[in-house]
Nanobody
C-alpha cells in the first residue's frame, strides 16, 4: 500500500526558510510524477510546484524564485525548499503522487504558519 507522509512544517517568521519533506513508501514505482499543493481554510487546494522525471516543470507565479522542488531517489523522498517565507504562504502543504498517470495518492499535509 502506497503511503505518503509530509513533514517539516512549522511556525516561522516572515523572511525565514523551511524545507518540507514528502516520504513515499509501499511503492515500486520511481518518483516520476510528484506535486506539492497548499490549501487555506475556505479555499481550493492549489498547485504550487511540480516535478516530472526529476525535473521541476511548474511553479506557481507567486512562489517562483522562492520555492524549489527536488527529490532524493535513494530516500524515496521529495522536498520543497521554501525561502523568504511570506505570511500569504501560510497553509497546509500537501504532497501528491501520481503513478502511471492514473493512481493518485495524497498525504495528510503539514502546516506552515508564517508570522509577520
Amino acid at each position: 500500500q502506497v503511503k505518503i507522509e509530509e513533514s517539516g512544517g512549522g511556525l516561522v517568521q516572515a523572511g525565514g526558510s523551511l524545507t518540507l519533506s514528502c516520504a513515499v513508501s509501499g511503492s515500486t514505482e520511481s518518483l516520476n510524477a510528484m506535486d506539492w499543493y497548499r490549501q487555506v481554510p475556505g479555499k481550493q487546494r492549489e498547485l504550487v510546484a511540480s516535478m516530472r522525471n526529476g525535473v521541476a516543470t511548474y511553479y506557481k507565479d507567486s512562489v517562483k524564485d522562492r520555492f524549489t522542488i527536488t527529490r532524493d531517489n535513494a530516500k524515496n523522498t521529495v522536498y520543497l525548499q521554501i525561502d523568504n517565507l511570506k505570511p500569504e504562504d501560510t497553509a497546509v502543504y500537501y504532497c501528491k503522487r501520481t503513478e502511471r498517470g492514473v493512481w493518485v495518492y495524497w498525504g495528510q499535509g503539514t502546516q506552515v504558519t508564517v508570522s509577520s
